[in-house]
Structure formats: C-alpha cells, structure tokens
C-alpha cells in the first residue's frame, strides 16, 4: 500500500524498499526516522518552490545519507558524508542504476553538510540539504505550516531527537575526529569529545613545510 504524507508520497519501488531494508538492518529508530523526515521537508520544500525531481533518488539519498554514521559503514579514516555516499553509489550500481543517477546521489549524501555548495547543486542535492538543515536546525522553520510539521513528526516522530543526534553524531566518528576538519561536525567534538582540539587552518599554512 502506498503511504502518503502531506501530500508526499512515500517512493515503495523495489529500489526504494531494498534501502529502506539496510537502514533498518544496520541504523536505529533514530536515523530512521530523521532520515524519513529529511525526505519529507526535503521533498515539500522542493514542491512549495516548484522544483522538478527524482523522488526515488530523493528517497534514496535521504536513507543513506547518516548510514555512514554506523559500524557497518563507518570507515577509519573518511568522513561520514562519504562513507555513506559510498554505500549508496555502490548499492545503485549493484541494481545497475545509471552511473548519473549515483553520482548525483552520491553528491547528495557527500555535500549534506557543506554549508554555501550544496544549496546550488542538481535539485536532488539541494533538497536532501534543505532537508537536512531543516530537520535538524529549523532552517527556513516557517517556510512550511504547522500542520505540514505536524503531519511528518506524527508520522516519525522526533522523540527528543534534539538532544539525542548530537550524541549519535560523536559516536559516528569519534573514533576518526580528525575527518572533521574544515567541516561542522568539529563543532560536535568540541562539544562532547574531551580532549579534542580541532586542527587551525591558519596553523597548516604558518607551519607548511615550505621554506620561505
């Protein structure tokens, strides 16, 4: 049965449903949720402003987007972003999904994060971070009503997701907090990661091994 909410539609085409399967498998009621949600105002955002998409490629972005957080994606030594787009790039290619498709889902996943570049990107990837950001800070809070909001949170709820995702986050690359250079998980270490000192842009330059 088709699920619909807030007049977003629920992609249940066997690609869809076959990653719906390993966010189960390997996340937890909190990414699946918020994974879920991120699809949702990603997906009404792009409606409110008149954006054509992939709701599929939408979907399948949005599932993967934090499954680099847990063990079974987790690499030691790249940043979360990627190892999830990874995961999906290689599961799209395993359903023979033309390599376009992967790439821009990978783009997706990999830029979700990346303040002031993923906004102006391929529509799939500019509603997967609008999705993101609105989720999990609120951006553009008024851009939908409150009986849109409420729609999505009943149907997955947050649960106190505030103060649980930034807890979920360190867990994902605590054990790798130098990925966090340059991006805004490092502001999650020095939160919650003692002894953490985040590496200083200015200090590679001043201390390069150029000889000048």
């Known amino acids: 049965m088709t699920t619909t909410i807030a007049d977003i539609k629920i992609p249940d085409s066997k690609l869809a449903l076959g990653a719906a ?10 990414l699946w ?19 054509k ?3 599929e490629l939408l979907y399948i972005s949005a599932l993967f987007h934090d499954l ?18 990874n995961a999906a790039r290689d599961y799209l290619r395993s359903h023979g999904v033309p390599e376009e498709s992967s790439r821009l889902v990978w783009d997706a996943i990999a830029l979700h994060t990346t303040i ?12 997967i971070y609008s999705g993101v950001g609105y989720d999990v800070m609120g951006e553009n809070f008024e851009s939908l009503t409150e009986e849109v909001r409420g ?4 149907a997955y709820p947050r649960n106190g997701f505030k103060n649980k995702i930034l807890p979920a986050f360190l867990e994902g690359f605590k054990h790798k907090p130098e990925t966090t250079f340059g991006n805004i998980k490092a502001d999650v270490c020095a939160m919650l990661l003692p002894g953490f000192k985040p590496t ?13």
């Open 21 to 30: 399967e390993l966010l189960r498998e390997h996340g937890n009621d909190l």
């Open 33 to 51: 949720n918020h994974s879920h949600r991120v699809y949702l105002f990603g997906a009404l955002q792009g409606a409110n402003n008149g954006v």
């Open 53 to 55: 998409y992939d709701s």
């Open 68 to 85: 680099g957080l847990t063990k079974h994606y987790s690499s030691p030594d790249k940043r979360f972003e990627v190892d999830g787009a």
């Open 116 to 127: 002031g570049v993923a906004q102006y990107k391929e529509p799939e990837v500019a509603l």
């Open 151 to 154: 729609q999505v949170v009943t």
């Open 200 to 212: 200083n842009f200015c200090e590679c330059v001043l201390h390069s091994p150029w000889k000048e």
